[in-house]
């Protein structure tokens, strides 16, 4: 719970160069540093960051073994075997599964989809369920967004007969012996992964959704479809999956999901309509945020709470009608995963504030009544408030299941291949992380975790990396500086939203708004004494309280209310934006952060 660490990115594009970039792109001399400090200085550059085309995708053949896999996949579709697509339950897994079970059925394959539900049988593939499918006539099983690590499971549906394809965007496990590092594949008839050290392919943060779009694309090349009649339903759903599962935008992934965002409107399938319809959004105005904030997580909340499967039914909905239903089911129970989350963080952070967890480097909370569901999300937002890697496990059985959530720096898969003999099951990547344990293993795990980790706490404090130092007076004068970072969008991780600073700024009085009165509204004065300039936070109000109280008490903080001269000085890191009420845009500044200025 430290404070955030504030850097200002450095620029090493000579001012000359920045000149000669403004001029070319007719842009200023502002917007021009900007995009330098972002690493655009070439016109060429500048052009595809701005206006990507779909042409920035890599071709899908430089995927080992995805030739392969599409090969055995449309065999099995002239000869009429029945395919299994063996997915996840989370948004990538079900966007993926939808996609593949959608190409599959347009060939005229025989194909049933699969997810495992969360709370009996966990993540990835499982021996009953390789054996159930067996049962049921499946000839060939495809798993997407799991089965790189499902060594044995694939091994049994080998040894059953089937046909096996593996297609995964997580870490290759491996072993480290006295000759160096070992991977190990599953032993399956063709795994595509692009973290497959001897994979060709040039861009490896990809998800399983971009994979299944690529399958898709040489599918149809095989299948003699005709790609540009459907390319745009499974795009947005790859875009979808992208955004969802935290993919770096960068590469083709910005690419991908620039495009999808401007297509969405013209996206035909039936379900995602319908989920945009119930949720109150305009395809129009879609942004990066509305997927992974809004949409994500109703997809999200189906294999939470009951099954995938109501996404998945969703997805693949010829019914309007019935397409609205599950919709509405959808968001229902998002609004219930978001009353557990928020009932889960509170009793984690009375069980860390009790057992002396908050000193720990690495925190591990084992929390026996929290549904296993929630875990992920849990771990998340406990990792925010601690800024420490932080793993939940939750159940109340000998085996308990959980997840990791991590901090830059921080590989949290490594650590827990570290102490793998510990551990039932894991797997995920640096960030993010799902596993399961013998409870009597858990105070070992929290004990070596910490023993194993290198970092301080100072440095996992969470740094805040401004892109210039900017005065809110020059942010507020016009709307084409507003503009232009409205145009880097979309935003996620890898693109971050531009930051600016400002410091030495006067706080004449504030503003509370919200129903729960927290949401605050700045009040500065001009430094040319022309007035005020504003800017609005979503999320400061607490910090600024206890700043203020610990500065002047209750007495400064009314006659800040009240709009009474104090003398109380901050420095912020804003973002800026373009703020639309009434069909009239106006720029918005958005404190990130903020401290009390300190005179030097």
């Known amino acids: 719970m430290g404070k955030k660490k504030w850097f200002l990115r450095g620029c090493r594009v000579e001012a000359s160069q920045i000149s000669q970039t403004a001029k070319d792109c007719g842009i200023s001399m502002t917007a021009a540093r900007l995009l330098a400090v972002r690493g655009l200085v070439e016109p060429s550059d500048i052009d595809t960051y701005f206006e990507p085309t779909l042409d920035i995708l890599h071709p899908p053949e430089l995927l080992k073994d995805l030739g392969k896999a599409c090969e055995l996949l449309l065999q099995a579709v002239r000869a009429g075997k029945k395919i299994a697509v063996f997915g996840d339950y989370d948004a990538d897994g079900i966007t993926s599964t939808s996609i593949m079970t959608l190409v599959l059925r347009r060939l005229g394959g025989n ?26 006539g499946v000839e060939l099983l495809l798993t997407l967004d799991n089965g790189i690590a499902a060594f044995e499971q694939v091994k049994l549906a080998r040894e059953l007969g089937l046909t096996v394809i593996v297609a995964d965007h997580h870490e290759v496990p491996f072993d480290i012996g006295p000759e160096g590092t070992i991977y190990k594949l599953p032993p399956a008839d063709a795994v595509i992964d692009p973290k497959q050290h001897d994979c060709p392919y040039p861009f490896k943060s990809v998800c399983a959704g971009m994979l299944a779009y690529k399958m898709a694309e040489r599918l149809y090349e095989l299948g003699g479809l005709e790609w540009q009649q459907d390319y745009l339903e499974y795009l947005v759903f790859a875009a979808i999956a992208t955004v969802c599962d935290i993919m770096d935008l960068v590469d083709e992934n910005r690419s991908l999901v620039k495009y ?103 925190i591990l909370v084992h929390q026996p009544d929290l549904p296993e569901s929630v875990a992920g999300i849990v771990a998340g937002r406990i990792k925010e408030i601690f800024d420490r890697p932080t793993f939940i496990l939750a159940g109340q059985g000998e085996l308990v299941k959980g997840s990791g959530r991590s901090v830059d720096g921080y590989n949290m898969f490594n650590a827990l291949v570290e102490c793998g003999d510990l551990l039932a099951m894991y797997g995920g990547h640096y960030m993010a992380t799902g596993l399961t344990i013998n409870r009597n293993n858990i105070a070992e795990l929290r004990r070596r975790l910490n023993q194993n980790c290198q970092l301080t706490i100072e440095e996992m404090q969470p740094m805040i990396y401004i892109d210039m130092a900017y005065p809110v007076e020059r942010a507020l004068s016009g709307m084409s500086f507003a503009q232009l970072i409205a145009s880097m969008a979309p935003f996620g991780h890898g693109n971050q939203a531009p930051l600016f600073g400002d410091r030495d700024l006067e706080v004449r009085r504030i503003q509370l708004l919200g129903a729960e009165k927290q949401i605050i509204r700045f009040y500065f004065a001009d430094r040319c004494r022309q007035g005020l300039n504003c800017a609005i936070s979503f999320r400061k109000k607490a910090e600024f309280e206890e700043m203020v109280l610990a500065q002047g008490g209750d007495e400064m903080w009314q006659r800040l209310l009240r709009g009474q001269t104090v003398n109380l000085a901050v420095d912020i890191v804003y973002s800026i934006e373009i703020n639309e009420f009434h069909n009239t845009k106006s720029v918005q500044l958005q404190i990130k952060d903020l401290r009390l200025h300190q005179n030097k």
């Open 111 to 136: 194909v049933v989809y699969y997810i495992p539900r969360r709370d009996s049988e966990g993540y990835g593939l499982n021996n009953e369920a390789v054996k159930k499918l067996a049962d049921d």
């Open 260 to 362: 999808a965002l401007a297509h969405l409107p013209e996206t035909p399938n039936l379900g995602l309509r319908a989920l945009l319809e119930v949720n109150g959004l305009n395809p129009m105005q879609i942004t990066s945020y509305h997927i992974g904030f809004v949409i994500g997580p109703c997809i999200n909340a189906s294999g939470r709470l009951q099954t995938a499967d109501l996404a998945v039914n969703l997805f693949l909905s010829n019914d309007y009608a019935q397409a609205q239903k599950l919709a509405q089911t959808l968001l229902e129970l998002n609004e219930r995963r978001k009353q557990l989350s928020a009932e889960g963080v509170d009793k984690v952070c009375a069980t860390i504030e009790a057992s002396g967890f908050a000193e720990d480097k690495v």
